[in-house]
Nanobody, 124 residues
Framework: QVQLVESGGGLVQPGGSLRLSCVASGFTFSNYAMSWYRQAPGKERELVATISTLGINTNYADSVKGRFTISRANAKNIVVLQMNSLTREDTAVYYC?????????????????WGQGTKVTVSS
């Protein structure tokens, strides 16, 4: 069965850092672009970051650019979101996903697989 198992969420103070991890199984990890989404209370789900199949290309939402870094290790079936300089506006449930992205044409498709989500709370 396809599984995306996330970890790393929790409570952090403004200005702090958090590292989210997602371990995938049940599909060919290296065939999929990986993304992190987030959904804050009362808001729609938004795309935070995407990384291409080999990790050559990345894309970030403007709101996190320069603060968040997405990376992957295909040999370990892991995708990571390193979050720095966190603000209260980053509070959300963060979801790992697997989908298709052609970075050269700009074509992005809705994810095929989703993780369960991990909650991040930024508060003093």
């Amino acid at each position: 069965q396809v599984q995306l198992v996330e970890s790393g969420g929790g409570l952090v103070q403004p200005g702090g850092s958090l590292r989210l991890s997602c371990v995938a199984s049940g599909f060919t990890f290296s065939n999929y672009a990986m993304s992190w989404y987030r959904q804050a209370p009362g808001k729609e789900r938004e795309l935070v970051a995407t990384i291409s199949t080999l990790g050559i290309n990345t894309n970030y939402a403007d709101s996190v650019k320069g603060r968040f870094t997405i990376s992957r290790a295909n040999a370990k079936n892991i995708v990571v979101l390193q979050m720095n300089s966190l603000t209260r506006e980053d509070t959300a449930v963060y979801y790992c996903s697997a989908g298709n992205w052609n970075a050269y044409s700009g074509t992005y498709y809705a994810p095929d697989y989703w993780g369960q989500g991990t909650k991040v709370t930024v508060s003093s």
